[in-house]
């Protein structure tokens, strides 16, 4: 079945610590994108990336970092340069273009005490 | 960014009601898009709008695209126990492929 992939689905951290969430996808999509989420809150952008080896910053990328090596992949490291780094974490992918909706993985819970 | 006002935050109802959530934005927007997200999990897309004054239903939802483009809402009819969740609308405005989201409305749904 074609999807994206998130894991580990809950990761714990002392404070300090940098830690690498994964996202795979195989649905062939482009485009690939990071958000945080609050408790109730909504969406908030991190990185995207349109293409292979080129990423941009969203709207909150302080404290963290993204590379772009393979299609597939898009992982997301949140640094110890992050403040607030517990939240729950949404990996998204798309195909190009304007219309493209965003198709979402299952998301990992970071928790950092 | 752009900003997106979702409302209501919140709804508790009781099962077999209708409901209705909108969203509204100062700017216009060229795609519209309401997400369901069950808890812990991720967001799934519900029904897709390219076009102002576009209906479209998905079972027993129906949403529609503001005809000035900045707004949209999306309705639920005869509300069942498994429509709880949070409910995202997301809009796209200008040439880029981002999306803006709002803040989402809680529904609770009382058997």
Same mark, same amino acid.
């Given at each position: 079945?074609?999807?994206?992939?998130?894991?580990?689905?809950?990761?714990?951290?002392?404070?300090?610590?940098?830690?690498?969430?994964?996202?795979?996808?195989?649905?062939?999509?482009?485009?690939?994108?990071?958000?945080?989420?609050?408790?109730?809150?909504?969406?908030?952008?991190?990185?995207?990336?349109?293409? $292979?080896?080129?990423? !941009? &910053?969203?709207?909150? /990328?302080?404290?963290?970092?993204? @590379?772009? #090596?393979?299609?597939? +992949?898009? %992982?997301?490291? $949140?640094?110890?340069? !992050? &403040?607030?780094?517990? /939240?729950?974490?949404?990996?998204? @992918?798309? #195909?190009?273009?304007? +219309?493209? %909706?965003?198709?979402?993985?299952?998301?990992?819970?970071?928790?950092?005490? | 960014?752009?900003?997106?006002?979702?409302?209501?935050?919140?709804?508790?109802?009781?099962?077999?009601?209708?409901?209705?959530?909108?969203?509204?934005?100062?700017?216009?927007?060229?795609?519209?898009?309401?997400?369901?997200?069950?808890?812990?999990?991720?967001?799934?897309?519900?029904?897709?709008?390219?076009?102002?004054?576009?209906?479209?239903?998905?079972?027993?939802?129906?949403?529609?695209?503001?005809?000035?483009?900045?707004?949209?809402?999306?309705?639920?009819?005869?509300?069942?126990?498994?429509?709880?969740?949070?409910?995202?609308?997301?809009?796209?405005?200008?040439?880029?492929?981002?999306?803006?989201?709002?803040?989402?409305?809680?529904?609770?749904?009382?058997?």
């Amino acid at each position: 079945d074609g999807g994206i992939t998130q894991s580990p689905k809950y990761l714990f951290r002392k404070e300090g610590q940098n830690v690498t969430l994964s996202c795979e996808q195989n649905l062939n999509h482009d485009a690939m994108y990071w958000y945080r989420q609050d408790p109730g809150q909504g969406l908030r952008l991190i990185y995207y990336s349109q293409i $292979v080896n080129d990423f !941009q &910053k969203g709207d909150i /990328a302080e404290g963290y970092s993204v @590379s772009r #090596e393979k299609k597939e +992949s898009f %992982p997301l490291t $949140v640094t110890s340069a !992050q &403040k607030n780094p517990t /939240a729950f974490y949404l990996c998204a @992918s798309s #195909e190009t273009g304007t +219309s493209s %909706p965003l198709h979402f993985g299952n998301g990992t819970r970071l928790t950092v005490t | 960014g752009q900003q997106l006002n979702q409302s209501p935050q919140s709804m508790f109802i009781q099962e077999g009601e209708d409901v209705s959530m909108n969203c509204t934005s100062s700017s216009i927007f060229n795609t519209w898009l309401w997400y369901k997200q069950d808890p812990g999990e991720g967001p799934v897309l519900l029904i897709a709008l390219y076009k102002a004054g576009e209906l479209t239903s998905n079972g027993r939802l129906t949403a529609q695209f503001g005809i000035t483009r900045k707004d949209s809402f999306l309705n639920i009819s005869a509300s069942i126990p498994s429509d709880v969740g949070i409910y995202f609308c997301a809009g796209r405005y200008g040439a880029g492929n981002m999306l803006t989201f709002g803040g989402g409305t809680r529904l609770m749904v009382k058997p």
